[in-house]
């Protein structure tokens, strides 16, 4: 089990174990290098109190230090992992709810003979757990519950409809009896059973602040963020697109450091191979990310470096292997999951840790569905309203599959229930209920596929990936600030513009939002139909049954459908990704 997960902690490792658990860790030392082991024990007279397995980073742990040394609690190291253990100790499972950061641990209770497994509130760290017959089998990734000669890896219609779906369930997870602990939650096994817990939530509040108060606080609290976010003993940098959310963590973050010891911003990017002269706006990309990206860096001042890939790049069996192993499943975003696998592979050789904007779109209001009736007023996942967006995944499956699946009615029955989740203010009509829940549904349901391609993508090469927007304080701000705030001048992101108005080069703070980058290079498309063309000629294959042959084969022949034919790309490369993960990792599909 702990081989699973060298790459997510490849510095070192530990087993402690008693009559009544075993705890295995691997880590990724990223503060205090020398003094962080795991699993980290607390003795009292010899008498162990309370055992940890701790993933992730707490940002106020000098702070809750402090607290706990007035207290009367002593600290052996300068770790979080020790600062997490000992507010356990001192405040229980209530001490969630003091931590600011991105975590996923585990705490075994010698006194109590209890296991706490706990995720932070947006669920940025993954934690998956399978119950047995005489207890629970808990990792960071499916990969590592699997690994148990206990836990089978099999994958039923709802696993497939997570797969697919562009709208996942929170805890469902995609193999069979391997939920994972659901963000904002505490899982306790004991002799009494299991029993979970919520112990944060989003909540709906009045917003007494005027517009100038709100720009005002909004910065204070991204400030404090992002320089939270710089704590480490390991290299630090920040992606950049050229996009505002990226600009926006990147100056506050380089303002930070000069102040803070005058040290110079580690800034990576991303290109393709002549991006920039097969470049073609559409209705998703307006221009190429590589002018703004420029741009920024001179603004900066950073020690920048361009990652350019190539199509070669993009399907290098390696690579692709890679990502599908990385995933525990097929990635439902083609390249996009190759190309970020390639930029954490690049930035691990110089970094450590890496910041992004992501969650920025989602709080502020930077998708097209925040602003455009059409696909804000329908009656399902603004993100999922075209019509189109699930044939453009599926459009290979075999039509006997796709009716199994029942995508639509999934989905409709999964949004009526997270829309019952929604916290509203009393007498909230409108607009303004309705932007509260399609806010809702993004920080909870389309995130998630953004957060967890982040984190696996990165930790396949033990990136460690912080996400300053996610910070609860600032989040819980933002989502009580009447829409007619968030978007007071008609613009996308208008209260992030203009809390950003002073750090940004005037070009990018006017750019509208624009998606992660893909390759425009045909080379690409047939690249993929050349794969496709292989599992078709191998009748062991283990995706052909699942594939519309029909389809398929005239997939093959048809002429070149370059770069823009999404229905085409997506649909051939999960088509891949599905020959790659059944092949790879012995899984067993059931109908």
Same mark, same amino acid.
């Given at each position: 089990?702990? $081989?699973?997960?060298?790459?997510?902690?490849?510095?070192?490792?530990?087993?402690?174990?008693? !009559?009544?658990?075993?705890?295995?860790?691997?880590?990724?030392?990223?503060?205090?290098?020398?003094?962080?082991?795991?699993?980290?024990?607390?003795?009292?007279?010899?008498?162990?109190?309370?055992?940890?397995?701790?993933?992730? @980073?707490?940002?106020?742990?000098?702070?809750?230090?402090?607290?706990?040394?007035?207290?009367?609690?002593?600290?052996?190291?300068?770790?979080?992992?020790?600062? %997490?253990?000992?507010?356990?100790?001192?405040?229980?499972?209530?001490?969630?709810?003091?931590?600011?950061?991105?975590?996923?641990?585990?705490?075994?209770?010698?006194?109590?003979?209890?296991?706490?497994?706990?995720?932070?509130?947006?669920?940025?760290?993954?934690?998956?757990?399978?119950?047995?017959?005489?207890?629970?089998?808990?990792?960071?990734?499916?990969?590592?519950?699997?690994?148990?000669?206990?836990?089978?890896?099999?994958?039923?219609?709802?696993?497939?409809?997570?797969?697919?779906?562009?709208?996942?369930?929170?805890?469902?997870?995609?193999?069979?009896?391997? *939920?994972?602990?659901?963000?904002?939650?505490?899982?306790?096994?004991?002799?009494?059973?299991?029993?979970?817990?919520?112990?944060?939530?989003?909540?709906?509040?009045?917003?007494?602040?005027?517009?100038? /108060?709100?720009?005002?606080?909004?910065?204070?609290?991204?400030?404090?963020? %992002?320089?939270?976010?710089?704590?480490?003993?390991?290299?630090?940098? %920040?992606?950049?697109?050229?996009?505002?959310?990226?600009?926006?963590?990147?100056?506050?973050? /380089?303002?930070?450091?000069? !102040?803070?010891?005058?040290?110079?911003?580690?800034?990576?990017?991303?290109?393709?191979?002549?991006?920039?002269?097969?470049?073609?706006?559409?209705?998703?990309?307006?221009?190429?990310?590589?002018?703004?990206?420029?741009?920024?860096?001179?603004?900066?001042?950073?020690?920048?470096?361009?990652?350019?890939?190539?199509?070669?790049?993009?399907?290098? !069996?390696?690579?692709?292997?890679?990502?599908?192993?990385?995933?525990?499943?097929?990635?439902?975003? #083609?390249?996009?999951?190759?190309?970020?696998?390639?930029?954490?592979?690049?930035?691990?050789?110089?970094?450590?840790?890496?910041?992004?904007?992501?969650?920025?779109? @989602? +709080?502020?209001?930077?998708?097209?569905?925040?602003?455009?009736?059409?696909?804000?007023?329908?009656?399902?996942?603004?993100? +999922?309203?075209?019509?189109?967006?699930?044939?453009?995944?599926?459009?290979?499956?075999?039509?006997?599959?796709?009716?199994?699946?029942?995508?639509?009615?999934?989905?409709?029955?999964?949004?009526?229930?997270?829309?019952?989740?929604?916290?509203?203010?009393?007498?909230?009509?409108?607009?303004?209920?309705?932007?509260?829940?399609?806010?809702?549904?993004?920080?909870?349901?389309?995130?998630?596929?953004?957060?967890?391609?982040?984190?696996?993508?990165?930790?396949?090469?033990?990136?460690?990936?912080?996400?300053?927007?996610?910070?609860?304080?600032?989040?819980?701000?933002?989502?009580?600030?009447?829409?007619?705030?968030?978007?007071?001048?008609?613009?996308?992101?208008?209260?992030?513009?203009?809390?950003?108005?002073?750090?940004? *080069?005037?070009?990018?703070?006017?750019?509208?939002?624009?998606?992660?980058?893909?390759?425009?290079?045909?080379?690409?498309?047939? #690249?993929?139909?050349?794969?496709?063309? $292989?599992?078709?000629?191998?009748?062991?294959?283990?995706?052909?049954?699942?594939?519309?042959?029909?389809?398929?084969?005239?997939?093959?022949?048809?002429?070149?459908?370059?770069?823009?034919?999404?229905?085409?790309?997506?649909?051939?490369?999960?088509?891949?990704?599905?020959?790659?993960?059944?092949?790879?990792?012995?899984?067993?599909?059931?109908?």
């Amino acid at each position: 089990m702990a $081989a699973s997960l060298d790459r997510r902690g490849p510095d070192s490792g530990g087993v402690w174990q008693d !009559e009544y658990v075993t705890l295995i860790f691997r880590r990724l030392a990223v503060i205090d290098l020398a003094g962080g082991g795991q699993p980290m024990v607390a003795e009292e007279d010899g008498r162990v109190l309370a055992v940890l397995n701790y993933t992730g @980073e707490v940002f106020n742990f000098a702070e809750l230090r402090d607290d706990l040394r007035r207290r009367g609690h002593r600290f052996r190291t300068r770790s979080d992992t020790e600062v %997490v253990l000992r507010a356990y100790l001192e405040w229980g499972a209530a001490c969630a709810e003091r931590l600011v950061g991105m975590f996923a641990f585990a705490v075994w209770d010698a006194r109590t003979r209890e296991l706490l497994l706990i995720r932070d509130r947006f669920g940025i760290y993954p934690l998956y757990y399978h119950r047995t017959p005489h207890g629970v089998i808990f990792g960071s990734e499916p990969k590592a519950v699997l690994a148990h000669p206990d836990v089978p890896a099999v994958v039923d219609l709802d696993g497939l409809r997570e797969v697919l779906s562009f709208a996942p369930m929170p805890g469902r997870g995609v193999y069979r009896d391997v *939920p994972e602990v659901e963000p904002g939650q505490i899982v306790r096994f004991g002799v009494g059973g299991m029993t979970a817990t919520r112990y944060w939530r989003l909540t709906a509040r009045p917003h007494t602040d005027d517009l100038p /108060a709100t720009v005002a606080r909004v910065r204070e609290l991204l400030e404090d963020s %992002v320089a939270g976010q710089l704590v480490s003993d390991v290299p630090i940098c %920040v992606q950049l697109s050229g996009g505002l959310d990226s600009s926006v963590v990147a100056a506050l973050a /380089a303002r930070a450091l000069r !102040e803070r010891d005058g040290s110079t911003l580690r800034t990576f990017s991303i290109d393709f191979e002549g991006h920039v002269q097969r470049f073609r706006a559409g209705e998703m990309y307006g221009d190429p990310d590589a002018p703004y990206v420029a741009e920024m860096v001179r603004r900066l001042g950073s020690d920048h470096t361009e990652v350019v890939v190539g199509s070669g790049d993009l399907l290098d !069996e390696r690579v692709r292997a890679g990502v599908v192993r990385a995933l525990d499943m097929p990635a439902p975003a #083609g390249e996009m999951y190759t190309s970020l696998y390639l930029l954490s592979e690049h930035i691990r050789g110089h970094s450590t840790v890496t910041m992004t904007g992501d969650a920025a779109d @989602e +709080l502020f209001g930077g998708y097209r569905w925040f602003h455009e009736g059409w696909y804000r007023d329908r009656d399902a996942f603004p993100w +999922l309203a075209a019509s189109h967006r699930m044939e453009m995944l599926t459009g290979l499956l075999h039509r006997d599959l796709v009716a199994d699946l029942g995508l639509e009615e999934h989905q409709r029955d999964h949004y009526h229930a997270a829309l019952a989740e929604v916290p509203r203010l009393p007498g909230e009509t409108g607009l303004d209920r309705r932007i509260r829940e399609i806010t809702y549904l993004n920080l909870t349901r389309y995130l998630r596929v953004i957060l967890d391609r982040k984190d696996r993508m990165g930790m396949a090469s033990a990136l460690e990936g912080r996400v300053p927007f996610l910070d609860h304080r600032l989040v819980e701000y933002v989502f009580n600030v009447p829409w007619a705030m968030r978007s007071f001048d008609g613009r996308e992101k208008s209260l992030l513009r203009a809390a950003a108005r002073d750090l940004l *080069p005037e070009a990018v703070l006017r750019r509208t939002k624009a998606p992660f980058p893909s390759t425009q290079d045909p080379a690409y498309a047939r #690249g993929l139909r050349a794969r496709l063309a $292989a599992i078709l000629d191998d009748d062991r294959s283990p995706v052909r049954p699942l594939l519309d042959l029909r389809r398929a084969e005239a997939v093959l022949h048809t002429p070149d459908h370059g770069a823009r034919s999404g229905v085409t790309r997506l649909s051939l490369d999960l088509a891949v990704q599905l020959d790659h993960w059944l092949t790879g990792n012995a899984v067993e599909l059931v109908r």
